[in-house]
Nanobody, 124 residues
Framework: EVQLVESGGGLVQAGGSLRLSCAAS????????IGWFRQAPGKEREGVSC????????DYADSVKGRFTISNDDAKSTVYLQMNSLKPEDTAVYYC?????????????????WGQGTQVTVSS
């Protein structure tokens, strides 16, 4: 059974940093993509960043380029999202998700498994 567990959310002031973790288990796929998505109250879920297991290629939403960095630790089966220079508009519940087909895309429709989410709140 595939399981994704996020951690690392919290309250931070604008300009601060947080690192989110997504611990994955139950994977038996040759190639897959782990993505980070976020959803703010009253807004649609938005793709933030994703990383491909086979070659480490990544993609980012324009809104976070230069501020967020996605990485993975295969030994720990964990994907990280380092978030720097945080802004109040980054406030949302952040979810990690797995695309077991391995398509590097920030479209929630391609993702098969989801974590429970972790809250990130950025105060001004």
């Amino acid at each position: 059974e595939v399981q994704l567990v996020e951690s690392g959310g919290g309250l931070v002031q604008a300009g601060g940093s947080l690192r989110l973790s997504c611990a994955a288990s139950g994977f038996a796929f040759d190639d897959y993509v782990i993505g980070w998505f976020r959803q703010a109250p009253g807004k649609e879920r938005e793709g933030v960043s994703c990383i491909k297991s086979s070659d480490g290629s990544t993609d980012y939403a324009d809104s976070v380029k230069g501020r967020f960095t996605i990485s993975n630790d295969d030994a720990k089966s964990t994907v990280y999202l380092q978030m720097n220079s945080l802004k109040p508009e980054d406030t949302a519940v952040y979810y990690c998700a797995a695309d077991v087909v391995g398509i590097l895309v920030l479209d929630a429709a391609f993702y098969d498994y989801w974590g429970q989410g972790t809250q990130v709140t950025v105060s001004s």
